[in-house]
């Protein structure tokens, strides 16, 4: 089955620094989506995002399909960004897809 | 929030007994999914309802069965708990039956096996 593979396990900021967060998948995929679980473990949405670029505020998200990867950036960073980060991408096994999560990125922002 | 909505929040039940969580999708949307987060195995796929009928199964145990009703919403039923059952079960729903739309979250159950 597909691999996904999140760096790095974890990330400790202070507050207003800028961060990369990396996803690689071992094969194509045709959903790719980044989530924001809260110290509270809910699971927000993030991006769709199986190829190109987009940006909500602070956050930014490239996926580049033809290398198998994906990239979240994270700009000034601020305390309510805490949690864990997954990317998830669809695998087609069998006759229908079905979402494949990464281990995630716990980053703490400290104030 | 997602609009997907799920009861109960929280549910602390024995060994041997089983529970019923359920889930509400979205406005529109055919599509629902249930997926496991557990701390070893981390977020897992279960099963996947699309318009009342059963499109994918994943990981889940036989003990565990689901089903999506008429009117849209599903239930998850898990019988004969054991310890490692205690996890958060959440429920996602989404447009198309293929997965390949954005699929949104519910805020999950808590599940407590003792």
């Known amino acids: 089955g597909i691999q996904v593979e999140q760096s790095p396990p974890d990330l400790i900021l202070q507050e207003g620094a800028n961060s990369t967060l990396r996803c690689n998948f071992s094969?194509?995929?045709?959903?790719l989506q980044w989530f924001h679980q809260n110290p509270w473990g809910q699971l927000i949405n993030l991006f769709y995002?199986?190829?190109g670029t987009k940006q909500n505020g602070r956050l930014s998200a490239t996926t580049v399909a033809t290398e198998r990867y994906s990239l979240l950036y994270i700009s000034s960073s601020q305390t309510t960004d805490s949690g864990v980060y997954f990317c998830?991408?669809?695998?087609?096994?069998?006759?229908?897809?079905?979402?494949?999560f990464g281990k995630g990125t716990k980053l703490s922002v400290k104030p | 929030d997602s609009g997907v909505t799920q009861t109960p929040k929280h549910l602390i039940t024995a060994t041997g007994q089983r529970v019923t969580l359920r889930c509400s999708p979205r406005?529109?949307?055919?599509?629902v999914y249930w997926y496991q987060q557990s701390l070893d195995q981390g977020l897992q796929f279960l099963i996947h309802?699309?318009?009342?009928?059963?499109?994918a199964k994943g990981n889940i145990l036989e003990r565990f069965s689901a089903q999506q009703f008429p009117d849209l919403h599903s239930e998850l039923n898990l019988s004969s708990l054991e310890l490692g059952d205690s996890a958060l079960y959440f429920c996602?729903?989404?447009?198309?039956?293929?997965?390949?739309?954005?699929?949104?979250f519910g805020p999950g159950t808590r599940l407590t096996v003792l």
């Open positions: 996602a729903s989404s447009v198309q039956s293929s997965g390949t739309d954005t699929q949104y």
């Open positions: 094969d194509s995929v045709n959903n």
């Open positions: 995002i199986p190829s």
């Open positions: 998830a991408v669809l695998y087609y096994g069998g006759s229908q897809g079905n979402l494949i």
């Open positions: 406005s529109g949307d055919l599509s």
């Open positions: 309802y699309y318009n009342g009928e059963e499109r």
